[in-house]
């Protein structure tokens, strides 16, 4: 029997998950514990809430993120969110991802329809420079994405790009899925997995955050 293997390519989330420069940091409020002294006939229970960009953390981009009417994250296709996805290396001198880099791969993604750049830039989750110095994706490579038939883009970055954002406004021009922000990428031994990366259905809005899971063997 060959055995499925669960991969988390999830940050946890928490009141030291570094965020976006500028965005608050996360909040969750514990509105009561089992850990409370309890009153006389009242039981106390685990509750707690969360205050969060939903940009922290793992988290998927709607196409509403830079387009306004684009659709909203819980607009976004199911199916392009959970089935076979590519997993493409890319070297670590490379600071701008163009078109030459991802051509040879380009009859892959035209079958797997979903793709994962590992620039092994998740190994700096938590440095100072996590935010500011990643490598970022072209406005050219993004169109060849598009053109590919690509619908989710998954980055183990905090962002495919930077103002003006010419990848942002390429990929989610074209219907595609933005999931930044992945982890754990170094433990996929795979070019073809399978992926998992389903946002909350939060109304009208821009994005969520996502338990990224690949699941690979079998
Ligand atoms: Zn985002």
């Known amino acids: 029997m060959t055995v499925r293997r669960m991969i988390d390519l999830s940050h946890t989330v928490s009141a030291e998950t570094p965020v ?4 608050a940091a996360v909040e969750i409020l514990v509105t009561d514990a089992t850990s409370r002294a309890s009153v006389a006939g009242e039981r106390h229970m685990n509750c707690s809430r969360l205050n969060t960009s939903l940009h ?3 988290h998927m981009d709607a196409p509403f993120h830079f387009i306004h009417d684009g659709a909203s994250i819980d607009r976004v296709d199911l199916t392009h969110c959970i089935g076979p996805s590519l997993m493409i290396p890319i070297p670590p001198d490379v600071h701008e991802i163009d078109v030459p880099i991802l051509a040879p791969w380009q009859n892959k993604l035209r079958v797997a329809h979903r793709v994962i750049l590992n620039t092994g830039w998740h190994r700096r ?3 100072p420079d996590y935010f500011t ?3 970022v994706i072209s ?3 993004a169109r060849f994405l598009v053109d590919q038939g690509v ?4 980055v183990d970055t905090p962002s495919v790009d930077r ?3 010419d990848a942002h406004l390429a990929l989610l021009g074209g219907g595609l899925l933005i999931v930044e922000n992945l982890a754990n990428l170094d433990q996929i031994h795979a070019e073809l997995f399978d992926l998992v990366a389903t946002p909350l259905r939060i109304l009208g809005r821009d994005g969520s955050p996502v338990r990224a899971v690949a699941i690979v063997g079998g």
């Open 133 to 135: 110095a990643h490598p």
């Open 151 to 154: 619908r989710l883009l998954g």
């Open 20 to 23: 976006f420069p500028g965005d």
């Open 125 to 127: 989750w938590g440095e």
């Open 163 to 165: 103002d003006p954002y």
């Open 56 to 58: 922290t953390g793992t």
């Open 139 to 141: 406005g050219d490579a």
